[in-house]
């Protein structure tokens, strides 16, 4: 049997890797308060704000990923419970649960239907409750990575997500999501990561042509995808997790996120401390979304790791005039302080 990310580093695989010669690009920049265009500001009070002080409500969706469901993970599987137990019993409403990818293990039938069992339990209903993008883990297997082994893995994702595409958009409320997933087969052989994650050349046209319609709109793009770009969020720094085992074709997919500057893109993967980052005022913003089943603490990344793990996640609430984004500590049930931000929709 193959091991988990998690045993891969345990077993100190990576222990000839230099933590000291990252420690300066684990953190993404910080907003820049000098130019033009919609911002990035952090709010006091940890808890989300009152409806209507920006508006009225679009939408309001939890996010989170890397549930990594599997029969002999009991950790994960009592993180999964807890996560959703916290969002139906001690939040406000939510439209929909996005669950950014790594839902599975390994994407066989067995931890679907377990995640299935746990979604009833919090009185959820899967896939109904939940928008769920295709990760790494979901195509996994038994990292063969044969095109046959991949094919079977896909259809085993499109069959219990009850989706016809790994990727593909819809509303959730009034706002659009936009999900995307690994629909080209990337052979092992040829790629020097560990990781065969690649986006084809016709969902990156499909994906700039939605992104064209909702910035014509004047309206905000809730991108999902599983694997980071290089140099956003945090661990997708050379080095880190999110930069040396992430999407194959990431500077085409660059080229698209970033010539849509109203493009909100969430990313999980990295098990990272979950973060939001615009560069500078009116550029992209993107999202981290942390880990269920094992999260790193704040400035810890896969490199620098203690053993000890948290589980977060975010509210993400899409209000007329602004976006919000309260990340959620799921183990002590709590919003975290110094976590929550408003993305002011008004132009400046």
């Not at 933590?19 to 690009?25: K, N």
């Not at 997919?253 to 401390?273: D, Q």
């Not at 269920?292 to 203690?306: K, N, S």
């Amino acid at each position: 049997m193959s091991l988990t990310r998690r045993q891969f580093i345990q077993a100190g695989a990576i222990a000839c890797a230099s933590v000291t010669a990252i420690a300066g690009l684990t953190s993404a920049d910080p907003a820049s308060a000098s130019e033009d265009g919609r911002a990035l500001e952090p709010l006091t009070d940890a808890a989300p704000v009152a409806e209507g002080m920006y508006g009225a409500l679009v939408s309001s969706m939890a996010v989170m990923s890397d549930t990594h469901v599997d029969d002999d993970e009991p950790d994960y599987d009592g993180n999964l419970e807890n996560a959703l137990d916290d969002i139906v019993q001690r939040w406000d409403a939510v439209d929909s649960i996005v669950l950014n990818g790594d839902l599975t293990n390994n994407g066989y039938q067995y931890q679907y239907d377990i995640f299935k069992r746990r979604a009833k339990a919090a009185g959820l209903s899967f896939p109904q409750s939940f928008t769920c993008v295709m990760g790494n883990h979901e195509q996994m297997g038994d990292d063969s990575y044969t095109p046959e082994g991949v094919e079977s893995l896909h259809a085993n994702f499109l069959g219990r997500t009850n989706n016809s595409s790994v990727y593909y958009d819809r509303y959730v409320g009034g706002s659009h999501v936009i999900v995307l997933g690994p629909d080209e087969y990337v052979s092992p052989d040829d790629v020097s990561s560990t990781d065969t994650f690649r986006l084809s050349s016709t969902q990156l046209s499909w994906l700039s042509g939605l992104l064209d319609e909702d910035e014509a709109a004047g309206a905000p793009s809730f991108v999902f995808v599983h694997e980071p770009l290089k140099y956003t969020v945090t661990d997708s720094f050379p080095g880190g997790w999110g930069h040396d085992n992430s999407l194959e074709d990431d500077d085409d997919v660059r080229s698209v996120i970033f010539s849509h500057p109203g493009t909100i893109l969430f990313s999980g993967h990295t098990h990272a401390y979950p973060d939001v980052v615009q560069r500078s005022r009116g550029t992209n913003l993107f999202v981290g979304t942390g880990s269920v089943a094992y999260a790193y603490a704040q400035g810890e990344t896969y490199l620098a790791d203690d053993d000890s793990y948290d589980s977060f996640g975010w509210l993400v609430r899409h209000h007329e005039q602004a976006v919000e984004f309260c990340m959620r500590d799921f183990l002590n049930h709590e919003w975290v302080s110094g976590s929550h931000y408003a993305y002011s929709l008004e132009q400046v």
